[in-house]
């Protein structure tokens, strides 16, 4: 069964910080799509990058990357510069290629320190 | 911006009652999800919509839960009878298309609890 495994319930970081979000993940498919989504307090989710399996080149959007590790099944997100705003559950989801039935992890909260 | 619009917010009944709940996907998207979240727990997938098709509702309770798309546009996700166990946050998102990297799009969600 694919499986998405976040261990990290809570996390915090001092602002302008840098913070890793890890995620696993575990599937037998070799073309697919992983997400991080953010979800802040009462408000809906959204998407914050993606990575295509079929690319070795890191996702990049801003002050958010993420360390894309294939062969490990592995998925961390880093927030560089971390601002107030940034403070939120975060998601990591995985999506075989051909569907878009998500599969999200526990999430982790994301607790930002002024 | 275009967004996916949910109704109610939040939603308080009686353990046995019936519940709906709406969802309005951004237009033109063809693909809607439904989604339960439990307390602490991300998103489970309970029903997928292609226009007016079903795609998958595996994860569908069918003996309480519901689901229908009749025009293609919004949805309704029916509960009947409400559990106590059916307390949770009931998530609406849209996509483009089945096919390709379909972001999916998030309503701001209905809060269900069951007393």
């Known amino acids: 069964a694919q499986t998405v495994t976040q261990s990290q319930p809570e996390m915090s970081v001092q602002e302008a910080e840098t913070v890793t979000l890890s995620c696993t993940y575990d599937?037998?498919?070799?073309?697919?799509?992983l997400f991080w989504y953010k979800q802040p307090p009462s408000r809906q989710m959204i998407l914050v990058i993606r990575?295509?399996?079929?690319?070795?080149q890191n996702a990049t959007e801003n002050r958010f990357s993420v360390n894309f590790q294939k062969a490990a099944k592995s998925f961390s997100l880093k927030i560089s510069d971390s601002q107030l705003g940034d403070a939120a559950m975060y998601f990591c989801?995985?999506?075989?290629?051909?569907?878009?039935?998500?599969?999200f992890g526990t999430g982790t909260r994301l607790k930002v320190l002024a | 911006e275009a967004e996916v619009a949910q109704s109610p917010r939040y939603k308080i009944t009686e353990k046995s009652q019936a519940v709906a709940f709406w969802c309005d996907p951004i237009?033109?998207?063809?693909?809607l999800y439904w989604y339960r979240q439990i307390l602490g727990q991300g998103p489970e997938l309970l029903v997928q919509?292609?226009?007016?098709?079903?795609?998958?509702d595996s994860q569908l309770p069918k003996d309480r839960f519901s689901a229908e798309r009749l025009k293609g546009v919004d949805s309704t996700l029916k509960i009947q009878p409400a559990e106590l166990g059916d307390s949770a946050m009931y998530l609406c998102?849209?996509?483009?298309?089945?096919?390709?990297?379909?972001?999916?799009?998030f309503g701001p969600g209905t809060r269900l609890t069951v007393t």
């Open positions: 990575q295509e399996a079929y690319k070795q």
């Open positions: 599937t037998s498919e070799s073309d697919y799509y």
């Open positions: 237009s033109g998207h063809a693909t």
């Open positions: 919509f292609q226009d007016e098709s079903v795609v998958d």
């Open positions: 998102a849209s996509s483009l298309a089945l096919e390709g990297i379909g972001e999916q799009y």
């Open positions: 989801a995985y999506a075989p290629s051909g569907t878009y039935k998500y599969i």
